[in-house]
């Protein structure tokens, strides 16, 4: 089909440059649309916690939504994890909503952005938006008493933004083999007993639930960035649209092995939220 083309346009070779010199301005078009976008999750702090986990970051369930097979689905004997959806008809509409999103806007820009800026400079950048979380992982360790988790990323903090140049390398992990301790206000409501109450599926934002909503907004006060700037709400804008660009571009292609692979995507996005968070919870 290619070759074909090219026979039929033998004076199309300076196409490319148009291309080209249309790429940039196309990608921050498309940067300013997704900001506009996360203004749904505008106040959880562009540092995301585990919690607001969202189709429009992706981290859409695709780090955590393993869709089980045949050899390694639970026994009879085990209860299947599940949570209350007494919102379903309306989750599922937004979940529609979050999906025609991802392909037609989030998808587009990520696959440009991936293409102009190299795979090393963007695993940078994801590692700079990790460390920068590292203050909500240290609060709710110690809100969770989990003090040896506390200073885990206390000396992560300090290595990575000390020898790793502002968080842009992990050396915490590459270099000392601490990892990283995944907590959040969401976690420590369960932690304490509380659980999920229902699954919600918001519009641009995507999976949670009532306790992660409360926990996205814990988090948000926790968060100490948020008092360095006098509009963090134009920031969380701004940054959470390039953070979620980001992240994207390097998982692409896996929220569509997920639906591909789910004979009901909405129930397997759903789920696999619930039971991670879950996992989560209990370690």
């Given at each position: 089909m290619t070759e074909s083309y090219r026979k039929r346009s033998p004076g199309s070779v300076s196409r490319s440059s148009p291309i080209r010199c249309w790429t940039v301005p196309l990608l921050i078009i498309g940067?300013?649309?997704?900001?506009?976008l996360s203004l749904a999750g505008?106040?959880?702090?562009?540092?995301?916690?585990?919690?607001?986990?969202?189709?429009?970051q992706v981290d859409p369930a695709v780090q955590f939504a393993e869709v089980r097979t045949d050899n390694d689905a639970p026994s009879f004997e085990e209860p299947i994890p599940t949570i209350p959806d007494p919102l379903e008809?309306?989750?599922?509409?937004?979940?529609?909503?979050?999906?025609?999103?991802?392909?037609?806007?989030?998808?587009?820009?990520?696959?440009?952005?991936?293409?102009?800026?190299?795979?090393p400079?963007?695993?940078?950048?994801?590692?700079?938006?990790?460390?920068?979380?590292?203050?909500?992982?240290?609060?709710?360790?110690?809100?969770?008493?989990?003090?040896?988790?506390?200073?885990?990323?206390?000396?992560?903090?300090?290595?990575?933004?000390?020898?790793?140049?502002?968080?842009?390398?992990?050396?915490?992990?590459?270099?000392?083999?601490?990892?990283?301790?995944?907590?959040d206000f969401g976690q420590t409501l369960?932690?304490?007993?509380?659980?999920?109450?229902?699954?919600?599926?918001?519009?641009?934002?995507?999976?949670?639930?009532?306790?992660?909503?409360?926990?996205?907004?814990?988090?948000?006060?926790?968060?100490?960035?948020?008092y360095l700037f006098k509009s963090p709400v134009l920031v969380n804008i701004a940054i959470g649209g390039y953070e979620r660009v980001n992240n994207t571009s390097l998982t692409l292609g896996e929220y569509e092995d997920l639906k591909e692979a789910a004979l009901d995507p909405y129930v397997a996005l759903r789920d696999a939220y619930h039971q991670f968070r879950e996992t989560k919870i209990d370690e």
């Open positions: 940067f300013l649309f997704v900001s506009n505008t106040l959880p702090s562009f540092r995301r916690s585990s919690a607001s986990i969202s189709i429009l008809p309306i989750n599922r509409v937004f979940f529609h909503v979050n999906d025609r999103i991802y392909f037609w806007a989030l998808k587009p820009v990520a696959t440009g952005y991936r293409t102009v800026i190299a795979l400079i963007r695993l940078r950048v994801r590692d700079f938006f990790s460390n920068a979380s590292a203050p909500i992982r240290v609060a709710n360790c110690l809100l969770q008493l989990k003090f040896k988790g506390a200073a885990t990323e206390t000396v992560r903090f300090v290595l990575n933004t000390t020898v790793g140049v502002v968080g842009f390398y992990d050396i915490a992990k590459k270099g000392f083999n601490i990892d990283r301790r995944e907590e369960g932690f304490y007993g509380i659980g999920p109450i229902f699954y919600i599926n918001w519009p641009f934002f995507g999976p949670s639930s009532l306790r992660d909503v409360v926990g996205i907004f814990g988090d948000f006060f926790l968060d100490p960035w948020n």
